[in-house]
């Protein structure tokens, strides 16, 4: 399929089956599939009594965030009973070229070129879930700082442990916050260095400035 095709995609694909959704795969829970993830997810964290902002509510959001986006756009082979379907390339670029479409920017013959534009494009991805599952359309952002807040407005983290899981869909899409913070960090540095103010800590009317530890890459990653 070639990148002239997002002048005449495909028709929108057919929900999938309730039964396949991550929500339907606890007991004691009923699933609504006409309810949007943030929604259903609050549901589900309720009826399993995950605490929001630990580390199991985090670990388990990101976990149904990964099967979500996977079941609405990396599902096209159904999965024999009892085992998990391994995608061809084919598939796998089908899937990113139906998210490049849901952001309104040309579906590219590669899949490393289809995640590059997606990588550069600053959409939600909780948006890009809700666009299959409610049916609403993906604000796509131009304003790094305002989209940041609304991504961050509940103090939303993701398990970068997780994201990489199964097939790794969620964690080529995410954007990290913590490097944009570390690059300002070194910006600064550099103007405080310029300004006679190196080292360790530095004296501005009569104030000690104490410089900030660096970012450690390897913290978890405050993310959509």
Known sequence: MSATDAHNPPPPPLPPAASQS?????????PDDDASFDHEFARLAL????????????????????QELKLHYFSQTPAAEGEAAELTEEEKLRGYQ?????VRIPPSDSI?????HLKSTLVNIVDLIDARRVRTEVRVWQDFKAFREYTLQDGHRVNMNEAKQDGGYLASL????????????TADRRTRKKNGRD??????SGRVIKEKPAVNQNDPVILV
């Open 112 to 116: 490393a070129e289809c995640r590059k």
């Open 47 to 66: 009826s399993q009594r995950w605490v929001p902002g630990s580390q199991e509510y985090t670990q388990e959001r990101t976990i149904a965030m990964r």
């Open 22 to 30: 991550h929500f339907s795969q606890f007991e004691n829970f009923i």
């Open 199 to 204: 080292g360790g800590c530095g004296v501005v």
């Open 174 to 185: 995410l954007q990290n916050f913590r490097k944009t913070r570390a690059r300002r960090s």
């Open 98 to 102: 139906d998210l490049c479409r849901e």
